[in-house]
């Protein structure tokens, strides 16, 4: 599959993906989109990439190891949720903060919190998989 | 009732897994001193329980607790009474000796500070379990003493026989704590209560109840497990693979009494009937016996010792079960003299071994002049065990007499096997006792001596104590088996024994005893030849019955797993199919539930469908005309792709775009992954099946795309519900601040169950990892390392 139009494209194709991948999950709240399917988008866009220009490219670029990530998302998600308890609300209550910057007002919460916890966890999980298949160890 | 304050008393029970938690720090930095240190917490225990003494020798009670689950009436709540009380003053008291007697036996070794660690958790669970008042507060310690003394037993890892014995204590002790469970719930059930303070005055609807004799076998299950009666009594000796001092503690003071404790418990709700009063002593003196015998054939000084804690074990159930005052009497007194007397001689024997590098009692000798203050405390321990003035073992078995002796058949029988039980044991004591110390001095035992303070202060302190309440005997009384005998009996006792014993049969009794005991003791090399013989002519016990049943479970897992789980991925496939189409179809056949089938070609009218609506429906067509057609499996991935992407468009068309988004991505990725795995395989070109089989799976495949189609049809049919729809549209924006009404499902609403989500996939991903993972080289590792190959073979 390294054809020399694929190999080409490919590093433009990944990173635009995954620059789609974080614009779909912060318009996730509003708009189509979220943690969940931003997070297969990323995994797709590494998975290409991997099948382009092989697979420790891949890992060289993620710097990390794709289940690393995932566990840094699910504790993400996991302090978002906790995060409401020290504020006195049930588990799992999203809380809002609005922070001046730019010249405009920007939305957080823990609820982007949590969902960029998806977003890493989905991503994680499977490029971890993707990578592993495409690394043939054994043969 | 006198009630506490709470958060001290839930402070103390907290304590020791508090210390558990800082003692491998604590020990890194003190090295073995840190036992003086962390001896400190048993220490402040016992001392908040001697505070008590005064109310409960009144015969007042102590309770407190916590609300723990409302909504279900269950607390976290204690309650100390005589009984309990002179259980958390033993755990704790003796709990200070083996603190020190730890650091003192294990110094040095690497993991003193976990083995710390553990023993203050087990201190924790039983201290726990003899305070509980809730069902299932003392289930849970109940349970949490079996793992503590799981990791216990296997302290020393490293050894088969260690392992084997811890697992062998667990699955014995943790099975019967699930009779016990089952138990405590009937009792709950029937009675209405869940508190056990609230059981004992609620007077006796448990003997009356048609279910009595489910209870008491449960909870006999459990008791009998966890005091090792005959026949369970093997994991007993088998938990002498822990270092001594767990030996020591587990039997002088804690675990293995925890079932003698329950049925003290709940003998005033339980007994006074004649299934308690048949099954008890019957259960008790054959452990007795069996106990002793098997005591006599050891040669280990450990081994001997764990053996009579068998027979004391049964003992004490024996007199339990026969329920008279003065049998409780006698055999509260044997428990506390056991417990003093016991843990000291385990301790010397761990002092011997320690010092002499041997525990057969066929290598050791001359020890006396060596080691001067052991062999004291040894010799004052066995006087106590053989029932010999001065010392607490005497009070306890006149009282025992005392408490036993009638003229009827019954009586007449349990008194002549407490004569046996009683002179074997004065045997064995003495064994332990003399022959270390007395006779010829090995010459590879010159090295031994005296062993530094922190190993031979315990044997002292519980020899002393052995003494001490026997000279004071009004005070001992006073304060522990007076009330202690009184929670047991349900009603007032009064216990009166002292150094001046019963004058009259007990004391006859007592003398015969002796005598037995000195007549075997002098032949006691020639009894252990003969109950070798005996026991290799009988050639099985429960022990060995333990590994036939643990491989036998094995070996039925196997051979259901051989019909269950063949290994053959088609076979799977096609069980599953079948399976979920007759769960589709039948109900819908049975009751009458078929849809109503759309009238072709009028209903729904295909001339309205837009042109291209019509096109994405003839591109999944292609797909799958393009999968049956597929010469390789890596075409047929991407046909099946072609598929799945025209059911994304679909969506998308009716107004779905989150979730036709998401089927995209996730139709690309599969197609992506199962091409790699695909890679992986050998690519068959072409299908290799018979025709036949062909023509079955083809059948199953329209069969479920049939009842499928049947299913959506239906589920279209029903009137649609919108409350959730309602709901979600007014609160998604003015709740949680989002319009995309999915999104805000999933992240906010039912946040919990995303997150839950989310952790699944993740160790969905671990284990795919770790299953691609296994390389041949593993996998021909694992095959060659399976015990059970040869036996399935």
Same mark, same amino acid.
């Given at each position: ?23 779909? $999950? ?68 999203? $809380? ?17 919190? @949590? ?9 994680? =999980? ?14 | ?31 073995? +001193? ?24 009144? &015969? ?45 036996? $294990? ?18 669970? #039983? ?30 890892? !490293? ?37 056990? /303070? ?39 000796? +088998? ?27 709940? +003998? ?52 339990? *079960?026969?329920?008279?005052? !003065? ?19 385990? #301790? ?8 002499? &590098? ?38 306890? !078995? ?31 004591? @003495? ?49 522990? =088996?007076?009330?202690?005998? /009184? ?10 024994? =002292? ?16 005598? @037995? ?41 196997? =051979? ?6 063949? *290994? ?35 209903? %729904? ?102 009842? @499928?189609? $049947? ?44 997150? *839950? ?29 399976? %015990? ?6």
């Amino acid at each position: 599959m390294r054809t020399l139009i694929f190999r080409t494209v490919a590093p433009y194709l990944s990173s635009l993906m995954v620059l789609f991948s974080i614009f779909v $999950l912060l318009r996730g709240h509003n708009e189509p989109g979220g943690g969940f399917i931003g997070g297969l988008i990323a995994a797709s866009a590494f998975a290409i990439y991997g099948v382009a220009c092989g697979v420790s490219p891949v890992r060289r670029a993620l710097h990390y190891h794709p289940m690393g990530i995932s566990g840094a998302g699910l504790l993400m998600a996991s302090i978002a949720g906790l995060v409401s308890i020290f504020a006195g609300v049930p588990f799992m209550t999203g $809380l809002w903060f609005y922070v001046p910057a730019f010249g405009t007002e920007l939305k957080l919460s823990t609820v982007l919190l @949590f969902d960029i916890g998806v977003y890493l966890v989905v991503v994680g =999980s499977i490029t971890s998989i993707a990578l592993a298949l495409e690394e043939r160890t054994e043969d | 009732m006198v009630s506490d304050t709470p958060s001290t008393t839930l402070f103390v029970l907290l304590l020791p897994f508090i210390a558990a938690l800082i003692a491998p720090a604590l020990t890194r930095r003190l090295g073995h +001193n840190a036992a003086w240190v962390l001896a400190l917490v048993p220490v402040t225990i016992f001392w908040h329980f001697a505070t008590f003494l005064p109310e409960i020798s009144r &015969g007042e009670v102590v309770t407190g607790g916590f609300q723990w689950i409302p909504a279900f009436q269950v607390n976290f709540s204690w309650f100390i009474d005589g009984l309990s009380l002179t259980f958390a003053l033993l755990i704790s008291g003796i709990g200070v000796l083996i603190v020190l007697y730890s650091g003192g036996y $294990l110094k040095g070794h690497a993991h003193l500070g976990r083995f710390f660690s553990f023993i203050l958790m087990f201190m924790g669970s #039983m201290l726990g379990l003899v305070a509980s008042d809730s069902f299932l507060m003392f289930f849970v310690f109940w349970e949490l003493t079996s793992i503590t003394s799981f990791l216990l037993i296997g302290f020393d890892h !490293k050894r088969e026989a260690s392992r084997r014995a811890a697992l062998q204590a667990l699955v014995v002790t943790g099975g019967g704590g699930l009779f016990l469970l089952a138990g405590l719930l009937m009792i709950w059930n029937i009675t209405g209560i869940s508190e056990l /303070s609230l059981l004992l005055l609620s007077g006796s609807p448990l003997a009356d109840s048609p279910f009595y004799i489910a209870v008491f076998v449960l909870v006999l299950g459990g008791a009998f497990t966890k005091s090792a009666q005959f026949p369970l009594h093997f994991w007993l000796p +088998n938990a002498m693979e822990a270092p001594t001092p767990v030996s020591a503690y587990l039997h002088s003071a804690t675990m293995v009494k925890a079932g003698v404790y329950l049925l003290m418990r709940l +003998n005033p709700v339980l007994g006074d009937t004649v299934a308690w009063e048949t099954v008890l002593p019957i259960f008790g003196g054959t452990t007795l016996i069996v106990g002793t015998l098997l005591a006599i054939r050891q040669t280990d000084l450990k081994l001997m010792l764990a053996y009579t804690t068998v027979s004391s074990l049964g003992l004490l159930v024996m007199l339990t *079960g026969f329920g008279t005052e !003065k049998a409780i009497a006698a055999a509260v007194l044997y428990l506390v003299a056991h417990s003093m007397f016991k843990g000291a001689l385990f #301790m010397v024997a761990g002092c011997i071994d320690h010092e002499a &590098g041997t525990r057969d009692v066929t290598k050791l000798g001359g020890l006396m002049a060596a080691m001067p203050i052991t062999f004291a405390a040894a010799l004052a321990s066995a006087v106590s065990m053989a029932g010999l003035p001065p010392f607490f073992g005497f009070l306890a !078995k006149e009282e025992i007499y005392y408490g036993l002796w009638g003229v009827d058949a019954w009586p007449l029988l349990l008194t002549l096997v407490a004569i046996v039980g009683n002179g074997l044991m004065f045997v064995i004591g @003495f064994a332990v006792a003399l022959k270390p110390f007395f006779g010829q001095k090995k010459p590879e035992l010159s090295h031994a001596h005296e062993g530094p303070v922190l190993l031979w202060l315990g044997p002292a302190v519980l020899a002393l104590a052995s003494l001490f309440t026997a000279l004071f005997s009004g005070v001992s009384h006073e304060f522990i =088996s007076i009330p202690m005998a /009184s929670a047991v009996q349900g009603e007032p006792v009064s216990v009166y024994i =002292s150094l001046i014993p019963h004058i009259g049969m007990p004391l006859l009794l007592s003398g015969v005893t002796v005598a @037995f005991g000195i007549v075997a003791y002098l032949n006691v090399d020639r009894l252990r030849a003969v109950m070798a013989r005996l026991l290799v002519a009988i050639g099985w016990g429960p022990d060995r019955g333990f590994d036939q049943f643990i491989r036998g479970l094995v070996l039925a897992s196997f =051979s259901i797993t051989k019909v269950a789980q063949p *290994g053959r991925m088609e076979i799977y496939m096609r069980v599953t199919f079948i399976l979920v189409i007759i769960a589709i179809l039948a109900p819908m056949i049975f009751f009458g539930e078929l849809p109503a089938l759309p009238t072709w070609p009028s209903d %729904p009218p295909f001339y309205e469908l837009a042109v291209y609506e019509l096109a994405i429906m003839a591109i999944a067509a292609v797909g799958l005309v393009a999968v049956i057609y597929a010469n390789n499996r890596l075409t047929a991935i991407v046909s099946l792709g072609i598929q799945g992407f025209a059911v994304a468009l679909l969506f998308m068309l009716f107004g779905a775009p989150d979730l036709s988004f998401t089927q995209f991505m996730v139709e690309t990725l599969s197609v992506v992954i199962l091409a790699l795995a695909m890679t992986r395989l050998k690519l068959t070109p072409a299908d290799h099946r018979p025709v036949g089989r062909r023509y079955l799976d083809m059948t199953i495949a329209c069969f479920g795309a049939g009842a @499928f189609m $049947l299913m959506l049809l239906k589920v279209t049919q029903q009137p649609f519900d919108l409350t959730l729809s309602e709901f979600f549209t007014t609160y998604s924006l003015s709740v949680a601040y989002g319009a995309n009404i999915v999104n805000v499902i999933l992240v906010d609403f039912r946040g919990t169950d995303t997150w *839950g989500e989310i952790g699944v996939v993740m160790v969905a991903g671990l284990a795919i990892l770790s299953l691609i993972r296994i390389n041949k080289r593993r996998a021909a590792y694992i095959a060659a390392n399976d %015990p059970y190959q040869e036996e399935r073979e």
